[in-house]
């Protein structure tokens, strides 16, 4: 990171823990202080090195039913959702990549894996994961946990426990939820993961795909993983209490989803 950009977060970041916590979308209390203009620049930025280090796809077919899932997802995010500042375009790329796995930046970017589609057996499962991580974007958790980055960072910049070089590039991807694209190990915490997976619901039926695919989706993608450790080990939900959870919200999605018209993304 930038050391001049760094000062001015670290500036403004003091300033800003006076005022009040905002809410997220679903109400959830939240801290997230970075200003959007920078957070918009930062994922530009991110987004950016992952197509100079990752090869895309040019797989006409792929890329069309990609495309097609992602606008009927952010379209239906920006009618669920119209009181919260969404990108005025968004930028979606396919990434030659087998692992199965897809994300969403500040700024309007979204990257998919070509492995997703190994995972994600219909275009609705693939909702559901777009879903999800636009989810991440419009309740501001890389804002939030950056927030939390540079809050405990600036303390120790205070006492003298941290030279400035430490805070760099490295923090910001984690921060952005790319550790699995850039090999760092910092998943979002459960909180962040279950809200980004209720979001995605009710986006996902508003956007006319079916949101029972996306407990069919996690199922494949348990039988994916085979054994996972233990629950407390992780800050990702197990896949059968996301499931559970999931499950929960279903009667009020599948409701929403039968009052509109089905998403087309086959061909």
């Not at 197509?51 to 899932?69: E, W």
């Not at 998919?112 to 559901?128: E, S």
Request: glycine content about 8%; some cysteine.
């Amino acid at each position: 990171m930038h050391p001049r950009f760094l000062l001015r977060l670290l500036v403004i970041l003091p300033l800003a823990l006076l005022t009040a916590c905002d809410e997220t979308p679903t109400g959830r209390s939240q801290l997230a202080l970075v200003p959007e203009n920078m957070m918009a620049q930062m994922g530009e930025d991110a987004f950016d090195q992952l197509r100079r280090d990752q090869p895309v796809s040019r797989d006409a077919a792929i890329n069309r039913q990609v495309q097609c899932v992602a606008q009927e997802i952010v379209a239906a995010a920006e009618a669920i959702y119209p009181a919260d500042t969404l990108p005025e375009a968004w930028e979606v790329v396919v990434f030659e990549e087998p692992s199965p796995n897809a994300f969403a930046l500040p700024g309007g970017r979204i990257g998919v894996h070509t492995g997703l589609l190994q995972v994600a057996d219909t275009p609705d499962q693939l909702a559901a994961v777009i879903g999800h991580e636009v989810g991440h974007v419009l309740a501001d958790h890389g804002n939030e946990r950056l927030t939390q980055q540079l809050g405990i960072k600036a303390g120790m910049l205070v006492v003298g426990l941290l030279g400035e070089g430490d805070l760099g590039q490295q923090q910001l991807m984690q921060a952005l939820g790319l550790g699995a694209q850039l090999g760092i190990s910092l998943p979002f915490s459960r909180a962040h993961e279950e809200e980004a997976d209720l979001m995605g619901l009710a986006i996902m039926a508003q956007a006319g795909f079916d949101p029972q695919e996306s407990v069919a989706l996690w199922q494949n993608m348990a039988a994916l993983g085979g054994g996972q450790p233990p629950e407390f080990l992780s800050t990702h939900p197990a896949n059968r209490t996301r499931i559970a959870a999931l499950e929960q919200a279903m009667e009020e999605a599948v409701a929403s989803y039968r009052t509109v018209r089905p998403a087309n993304c086959s061909g």
